[in-house]
Nanobody
Framework: QVQLVESGGGLVQAGGSLGLSCAASGRAFSSYTMAWFRQAPGKEREFVAGISWRRNTYYADSVEGRFTISRDNAKNTVYLQMNSLMPEDAAVYYC??????????????????WGQGTQVTVSS
């Protein structure tokens, strides 16, 4: 069983930056594909960014160039640095783990472990 705990959410002005962290339990973290998803009220959960165990990164078009995902396997932690935030980035952000280590997993169905979510609010 893997537990994921997100932190770092909060309120930021449009154009500002915010960093999220996700700490994972378990010894196999380095073999997992990790990702961030988000869900705004009344909308479906959507993929934001992913990073494979090889550290290949991939992003949703809406955040490409503004967000950066990274991981520290020694700390069992994945990060999401968010810059140039816009009001439409406001959502609950979820950390997710794909224990099969799929190189590119965009669908929430491919992830078997989830954090509880952290709220990101962007004021205009």
């Amino acid at each position: 069983q893997v537990q994921l705990v997100e932190s770092g959410g909060g309120l930021v002005q449009a154009g500002g930056s915010l960093g999220l962290s996700c700490a994972a339990s378990g010894r196999a973290f380095s073999s997992y594909t990790m990702a961030w998803f988000r869900q705004a009220p009344g909308k479906e959960r959507e993929f934001v960014a992913g990073i494979s165990w090889r550290r290949n990164t991939y992003y949703a078009d809406s955040v490409e160039g503004r967000f950066t995902i990274s991981r520290d396997n020694a700390k069992n932690t994945v990060y999401l640095q968010m810059n140039s935030l816009m009001p439409e980035d406001a959502a609950v952000y979820y950390c997710a783990a794909d224990s099969r280590g799929t190189v590119r997993s965009y669908s929430y169905r491919e992830y078997d472990y989830w954090g509880q979510g952290t709220q990101v609010t962007v004021s205009s």
